[in-house]
């Protein structure tokens, strides 16, 4: 008997579906009629043990206790899913071949291994174990995944990579939240302080920024345009280019700060002619933007949408497991397998059926055509998220729903459209020895974008681009050596202007560029091409958790820091708030599941690092918090329930689950984990 066992039920049912009928569905199994079962998991079915599993002293949050890192991990069922336990644990027995069908990211490894694991299966069945890798519920999808079948040991490293983070995790957020609120106490905090490696640098990034506009001082800045006309009267304008000789009079961003400066050369260049010194052309063209991973996805819905990343992934779920429209989405990866090329025009069929909307006064789409999406390199457990080869009913579906699976819609359509082809002009222009530059483009071909003249969406995408970012001159032809009239020239007086606070879009968007923030040259070199902060099934549940913790608050689409955040950032050491020591641990856990480190030498310095961490923590009062007020209702009520809020914070930091841990001493709540 084969029985797969699938992360969730809903991925359970659709394996189910293709097997063998008729189907017997019993408890927490589904038969075919040729014996095999499908069973699942509903998420973790194991968690790590409270610290007071590893000794009972450890019930009591004390200083000395610190750091607790335990010897040997424990884990244990969660109450409720006992029941589900004791099924897989008879069909475990029954199975001659176990196929893990957890979600195709590392944490699905993990939580099916875990279970397997727990359930002490040893020998050949371990070493013949499968895995089915599902990214899309519908039926013939899954029937081509069943003739995919690896063996399930590929992926030890994925797992391994996964345990080490959640490990890692318990052992930081429990060893750091105890630490802080023990300290918090003796200033007058009554609340539990909750510090995570990947929630609380989140934090850090809100509070800085806040920091950045109340300290910021504005102060202007000035600019000059020539208004030029050429011998056939036809006009247009030209930016000043202040010289080396200028940079005494401005700002580290080459801002020109004195305005007698810029009045200066108003003075010397009106009325004065001009000399063309350079113009070049070039032919310019954009290749559609790739497929949407999850945070890509979320970043542009909340820029178009104002939709949180909670509320994308959550929707996106539903388009995923309800209605099977689109592509596992809890993705991090923008590419295709080359292999899935074979089935665009079905799936493009399938959209223009369903969506036909989207190519409204358009070209077809040419199928025949593949962009650079499809590369097998780029791609490992997961891929980009994409429509399926089901014909959606966009008038059962949300707005939401509708939103989100036409944007992913026309973001695969794009693949199968030739590039934006324009033309860009530069002229430089010498008047009274000062240099003056302008610029002009000139669309030849719309190409994939003319899929975004039926949307009102100006930005390109999430690819770092924007049609509106320059705001291009139209200029005459010109020649070099032409000589053109300044008719007169113009001061243009500016404010510079504070950062802006984050929102949903931009606090995304700087977890999954955290390198811009790292404070190391040399971190930031090797993280440059890294995820960033959490992974993409973490992220939306990290700040989701900031604000339930009263860290955060929204004003409009602004996200702020409270009190209670600044208070606690301010009380923290720099490297707990700072993205550098995260951002380098998910470079070693992607590493782990390359193969290219081991577990023990992730393990080993961090365990080292905590100890220094909880010494430091010991060394100096939180003072920062004194006179704020804690949100919580008090801190022996939230001490003592700190068990249920665990599994809840566990599970809003989206799956950051552990599994066996591996130290010396062990954590207090779940709340901490990320």
């Not at 979320?298 to 990343?309: H, L, N, P, Y």
């Not at 999406?373 to 009913?393: R, S």
């Not at 602004?558 to 600044?566: F, N």
């Not at 023990?600 to 010991?618: C, D, K, R, V």
Request: with cysteine.
């Amino acid at each position: 008997m084969i029985l797969y066992i699938a992360e969730k039920p809903s991925l359970g049912r659709a394996i189910a579906d293709v097997l063998p009928k008729p189907l017997q569905k019993g408890d927490g199994f589904i038969r075919a009629a040729n014996g095999d079962c499908v069973s699942w998991c509903v998420g973790h079915l194991l968690e790590q043990a409270e610290p007071d599993a590893y000794s009972p002293e450890y019930k009591s949050w004390k200083f000395e206790h610190l750091p607790i890192v335990p010897d040997a991990w424990k884990m244990k069922p969660k109450y409720k899913m006992r029941g589900q336990i004791a099924v897989l644990r008879g069909l475990v027995k029954e199975a001659s071949q176990l196929v893990n069908a957890g979600d195709p990211d590392r944490e699905g490894q993990l939580l099916v291994d875990e279970i397997i694991a727990h359930l002490g299966v040893k020998g050949a069945k371990l070493q013949n174990a499968q895995r089915l890798l599902i990214s899309d519920l519908n039926p013939q999808a899954v029937k081509r995944a069943l003739g995919q079948l690896r063996l399930n040991k590929e992926f030890v490293p994925l797992s391994t990579s996964a345990l080490a983070r959640s490990r890692a995790d318990w052992l930081y957020g429990m060893n750091m939240t105890r630490a802080y609120t023990i300290q918090g106490r003796k200033v007058g905090y009554q609340g539990v302080l909750s510090v995570g490696r990947v929630q609380t640098p989140v934090l850090g990034l809100v509070v800085r920024r806040d920091a950045e506009i109340a300290d910021f001082v504005s102060k202007p800045f000035y600019e000059v345009l020539a208004h030029l006309v050429t011998d056939e009267q036809q006009r247009f304008s030209a930016k000043w280019q202040p010289s080396e000789a200028c940079q005494p009079y401005m700002d580290e961003e080459g801002r020109v700060l004195a305005k007698g400066l810029a009045q200066n050369v108003v003075g010397r260049i009106s009325g004065q002619n001009g000399t063309v010194t350079k113009v070049t052309a070039q032919d310019k063209k954009q290749n559609a933007p790739l497929p949407y991973s999850l945070s890509a996805l979320q970043i542009d819905a909340a820029k178009r949408f104002g939709m949180s990343a909670k509320a994308v992934l959550d929707t996106c779920q539903s388009l995923y497991e309800k209605h099977k429209l689109i592509t596992y989405p809890r993705s991090d990866s923008r590419y295709l397998p080359v292999e899935q090329h074979s089935l665009a025009p079905s799936v493009v069929r399938a959209v223009i059926s369903g969506a036909s909307e989207l190519i409204a006064g358009c070209d077809e789409p040419n199928t025949k055509l593949k962009s650079k999406a499809w590369n097998d390199k780029k791609v490992d457990a997961h891929h980009a998220i994409v429509p399926t080869e089901k014909t959606a009913n966009l008038a059962s579906l949300t707005q939401a729903e509708k939103q989100l699976y036409l944007q992913i819609a026309r973001q695969y359509l794009m693949q199968f459209y030739p590039a934006y082809l324009y033309k860009e002009t530069q002229v430089e222009i010498i008047i009274a020895g000062g240099l003056f530059k302008t610029k002009a483009k000139q669309e030849v071909a719309l190409g994939w974008k003319q899929l975004l003249k039926q949307s009102k969406e100006k930005t390109n995408s999430n690819d770092g681009k924007n049609d509106d970012d320059e705001h291009l001159a139209n200029i005459p032809p010109l020649k070099k050596g032409q000589v053109l009239l300044c008719e007169r020239g113009e001061l243009v007086e500016k404010q510079t202007q504070p950062p802006k606070h984050f929102t949903d879009a931009t606090l995304l968007s700087a977890m999954t560029g955290i390198s811009r923030y790292v404070t190391d040259p040399e971190i930031r070199k090797i993280l440059k091409d890294t995820d960033g902060l959490g992974t993409e099934a973490t992220r939306a549940g990290i700040i989701e958790l900031l604000f339930k913790r009263s860290y955060l608050s929204r004003q409009g689409k602004s996200i702020l820091a409270t009190d209670v955040g600044k208070g606690l950032i301010n009380s923290l050491p720099q490297s707990a708030t700072t993205p550098d020591m995260t951002a380098l641990w998910e470079n070693n856990l992607d590493a782990i599941s390359r193969k290219e480190a081991k577990y023990q030498n992730f393990m080993q310095p961090l365990i080292s690092s905590i100890h220094a961490l909880i010494e430091q923590a010991g060394a100096q009062l939180p003072t920062s918090l004194q006179g704020v007020k804690s949100p919580d209702a008090g801190f022996k009520k939230r001490r003592f329930s700190a068990k249920k809020g665990a599994a809840k914070s566990q599970s809003a930091a989206a799956k950051t689950s552990a599994s066996k841990p591996r130290s010396r001493k062990a954590t207090a709540s779940k709340r901490t984990s990320s």
